[in-house]
């Protein structure tokens, strides 16, 4: 079902684009950071100059802890290069009987982040190092516009029409890219492992049969199909202000990036007021996740968010205010007749994943981003999915980030997470 014809497109106020702004930097600023504590800010001021410095991932996180690391590049059809790290093997040096690689797993990242998400803890509780420890192959991927994906074969990141894409391209151009370059580089179908906006591209792709056919199983740590039933200040003011089309105009960039000047010192000083928590924060926006690290504001905003496309946020804003998740909407049927051949965008069908194909799902009781309400929505859609192919987990406790930094994971997620890639390897 298409979503409603009459709806109504509203501008976007200012006080309600300031807003938004601020609650999805602290939410990715905090993100990015969360586990600070359990490396140390010696660590993490030392990434930073490193990054400063434009060292890569493998150098900044990787081979410092004994790992080996490689860093790879992928051109996407439509001109944008990425970066993936791998590390194929743990610290003890073990890979898989023979010698050979390990099974290949490929780690996608959220928005307004990138491929550090999954080294920010230990290693005993990053889940990438917790992988290579397994003696899987893992491959983490850098979606387009982040700090190791910002190049590409013509346009300039200072250019407008370097910006100019929504996750629809993730899903057409950036995924099928990174899968087919780990299958091509290993010679093996990979597992595939997304958190947040990682899974929401996932299942779009996989519903268009996308990719499918070069990787093994999916495993989607808080999976998101729907919007409509989240509960944090970000996403009631995208339904109540619908931000729109016009943000782009609005704020004058087509790069959204949470670390410009302006958003950034007034993270800084809402942070420092006194009595004020950004962890009380982020649990207002994230739900009250379970077994987070605290760490200090400053330490953390060492590690600053990385940029996507205002377009990216615009169509988050659409699926907020729709229920249900589509193509960009380019709002004036001609311009979506002229992407699509119909005057609303094609909505993605996740009823079309293949009912074959291995999936696990875990979501959490207190997640107010994939709120349980809207994951039972795509649990609803997945009901013809083969069962002996459908695992899903459901932790009360869990809220949002748990399941990437939270201390704990490793007990209540990866264990489980990585039987079932182990049945399907």
Known sequence: MNPPADRRRAGFSSPAAAAVAVAVALLSVAHVAGAAGAR??????????????????????????????EEHQVTTEDGYILTLQRIPRGRGGGAAAGGRAGQPVLLQHGVLVDGMTWLLASPEESLAFILADRGFDVWIANNRGTRWSRRHVYLDPSSRLYWNWSWDDLVVNDLPAMVDFVFTQTGQKAHYVGHSMGTLVALAAFSEGRAVDKLKSAALLTPVAYLGHITTPIGLLLA???????????????????TSPPVASLIRAFCRKPGTNCYDLLASITGKNYCLNSSAV????????????????????????????????????????????????????????????????????????????DVRLLLDDLRGHDPDKLTVQYLEQFAHLDFVIGVCAKDYVYKDMIAFLDRFS
């Open 298 to 373: 400053d330490v953390f905003l060492k590690y600053e968010p990385q940029p996507t496309s205002t377009k990216t946020m615009v169509h988050f804003a659409q699926t907020v205010r729709d229920g249900v998740l589509t193509k960009y909407d380019y709002v004036l049927p001609e311009r979506n007749i002229a992407s699509y051949g119909q005057a609303e965008p094609p909505v993605y069908t996740m009823s079309d994943i293949p009912a074959s194909f291995p999936l696990f799902l875990t979501y959490g009781g207190r997640d107010s981003l994939a709120d349980p309400a």
């Open 40 to 69: 140390g800010g010696e660590l993490l001021g030392r990434r930073g100059r490193d990054s400063a410095a434009g060292a890569g991932a493998c150098a900044l996180a990787v081979t410092p802890l004994g790992y080996p690391c």
């Open 240 to 258: 109540k202000a619908f931000v729109g089309e016009v943000l782009a105009d609005f704020l004058g960039l087509a790069e959204f990036n949470p």
